[in-house]
């Protein structure tokens, strides 16, 4: 049997609201379909504002321009994540600050952040790994004590609730992906959540989306010629992948049950090796509700995951480590981080396996996955 890591999942009306988006003469960004997925992120998330973007890397840029962020400013995120939470701070001339993570939930440890405030912090961009929230109330009241903004990486994280409120729309800014890991896609995509009431603070995020100008408040008949305001760049898609994209979104609660049930299956199958005190599962606190996006273990050790990984490779099963901790690669290290500074960090780093994980996948595969490790880790 051959169980790949990841599957984009499909619905079946993608290529018909393609063709459609083809079909009304406008394929460029903010068409009819661009419009439908603002519309109903904004709607489904109970957000201000929405604007689909060309990734969340670039949603994480667009935050750090909005947020004026600049040489001399520190901004503290995790070492544990994607380089895109790091290189929009880095590209605006800032400083990264790298924090701890807690190693219950793989988020980023409040008591570091709280240690690495100075007077030149700026930002928090927390991470919600694996769709799993940071603890949002403890978080804000820093950032509020401090005067500090946050933009929350919610990446992995569409869906995902904090008591009840969706992730990506606590802080001042949250980032979303829908690039094809992830669990609504549209091949490379992501959008930038504006959660400031302020008027002019979605008019800039508009003004920094659309190169600079205010082209938007054109199309909407506020000003009869656009011209050059501010800075931007060009960070929407096209409306074809936002077609795509609705399709998805539309089908939001078919693909979470089809997660919900992988996620619980891997869980109840791998328990007893968790109860046996060999391998660990994820920890979803009270306060969450995870939109399934990943299912990994915390292994004994290096040497026990590379075994896993390349004995489940032999049987077919594609299952992957994730982030080589950020301050131990080369960028990290020009910037003075060294080894054994952020001993959660590189420990999670270098035990963490993530299991196949998407819609499609059969509890067939589920129990293979299953079974093999357990006769890889009981014998
Ligand atoms: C935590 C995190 N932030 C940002 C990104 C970047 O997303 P995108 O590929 O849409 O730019 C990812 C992608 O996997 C991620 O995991």
Redesign the pocket.
Known sequence: MQVPFNIPYTTGNELKYIEDCINTGKICGDGKYTKLVNKYLEETLFANKILLTT????A?EMAAIQMGLKEGDEVICPAY??V??ANPILLRGAKVIFAEIDEKTLNIDLDDVERKITNKTKAIFP?H?AGVSCDMDSLMDIAKKNNIMVCE?A??ALYSTYKNRYLGTIGDYG?F???E??NYVCG???AISINSADALAVEKAEIIREKGTDRSKFYRGQVDKYTWVDIGSSYLPSDMLAAFLYAQLEAKNEIFERRERVYNRYYEGLKELQDKGIIRLPIIPDFCKSNYHMFYILCESEKQRDYLMANLKQAGITAVFHYLPLHTAPVGEKMGYKKGQLPITEKIGATLLRLPMYADLTDEQVDYVISNIKNLLLK
Do not use: N, P
């Open positions: 990734s969340c890397t670039h994480l994540t994607f895109s939470t991470v790994y990486d990446a992995q980032c992906s829908f690039h890991t992830k490379e995509g992501g």
